[in-house]
């Protein structure tokens, strides 16, 4: 049995890791802990989810992280890192979904990973990092004047752009390529008037509605065009994979690790 801490508890992924740990029977809700300004604090975790099986209320997550034997965060970049730091100092294993991360960010999580396990992906569905494999074989593959496209979708609600995904579509290529990701991504063609190059690679984004998550990766030259594509239709996809990272983490040694570690996708 794993005992999880869910911080940012009243959020969408918040609300989807409750659900995820209920249905995995090897996991428990330790604690799901809300910000201590949050009208949900103090109130049945079951007035958010009818079907939650426990009599836990949403918790202060300035206090109490000691309950669980792994925390869950996915929440944005500036609380990740406060509850990042409580995790280092109560000595507990992580993981981590927040996207939007800044690379100085990044780093204050490389260092966290020398006192603590944590699994760090920007998706945690099985189907997106199977994709990041396959596009690393499209970039080897393929022809060399092939133009790399990375689309995505999401829901109105969504704040980073482009998404954790995309970038990590892009890193994956670049890194099939040689090449170095800051300098061939291209986020806005507004201002450039010449034709495309094949060594860069071009983002572009949608925000809609519900959209869940939606990528796409392009290879494209004259008379033929590859689309890989994945689509994920709820977040509780998102959800059991960082509760099934957070079980694979419990007993790991210090160190980063990612979900094509837990999936033994390397
Ligand atoms: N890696 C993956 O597979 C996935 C990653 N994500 C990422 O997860 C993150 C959350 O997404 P989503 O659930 O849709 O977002 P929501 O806006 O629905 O939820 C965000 C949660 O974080 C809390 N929060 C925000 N800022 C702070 C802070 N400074 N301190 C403490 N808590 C804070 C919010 O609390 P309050 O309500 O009080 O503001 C809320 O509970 C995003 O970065 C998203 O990109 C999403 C899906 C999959
Ligand atoms: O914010 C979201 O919703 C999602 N964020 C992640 C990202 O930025 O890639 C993963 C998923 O696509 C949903």
Not at 59 to 67: I, K, L, S
Not at 110 to 123: D, G, Q
């Amino acid at each position: 049995m794993t005992k999880i801490g869910v911080f940012g508890a009243n959020g969408r992924m918040g609300q989807a890791l409750i659900e995820a740990v209920e249905i995995e029977k090897e996991a428990q809700l330790a604690a799901a802990f809300v910000r201590s300004s949050s009208p949900f604090l103090d109130t049945p975790v079951r007035a958010l989810q009818p079907a939650h099986s426990s009599e836990l209320a949403f918790a202060d997550e300035e206090g109490g992280v000691e309950r669980a034997e792994v925390l869950i965060d996915f929440t944005l970049p500036q609380g990740m890192l406060t509850h990042l730091q409580s995790a280092v100092e109560s000595k507990i294993p992580m993981v981590i979904g927040t996207t939007g991360l800044t690379e100085a960010e990044m780093d204050q999580l490389r260092e966290a990973a020398k006192t603590i396990p944590i699994v760090f992906a920007r998706n945690f569905s099985v189907g997106v990092n199977l994709l990041l494999n396959l596009v690393q074989t499209a970039a080897t593959k393929l022809a060399d004047e092939m133009d790399i496209e990375i689309f995505e979708a999401h829901h109105r609600n969504k704040i980073d752009a482009p998404s954790g995904t995309a970038l990590a579509i892009g890193e994956a290529i670049a890194e099939a390529k040689g090449w170095d990701h800051d300098e061939v991504a291209r986020y806005d063609r507004s201002n450039v008037h010449e034709a495309k190059s094949q060594d860069e690679i071009g983002y572009s984004v949608l925000r809609a509605g519900d959209i869940v998550g939606e990528h796409t990766a392009y290879f494209a030259t004259m008379g033929e065009r590859l689309e890989l594509t994945h689509k994920a239709a709820s977040r509780l996809t998102f959800a059991s994979g960082a509760v099934r990272a957070a079980q694979w983490l419990k007993n790991k040694p210090v160190g980063l690790y990612d979900m094509q570690d837990v999936l033994g996708l390397k």
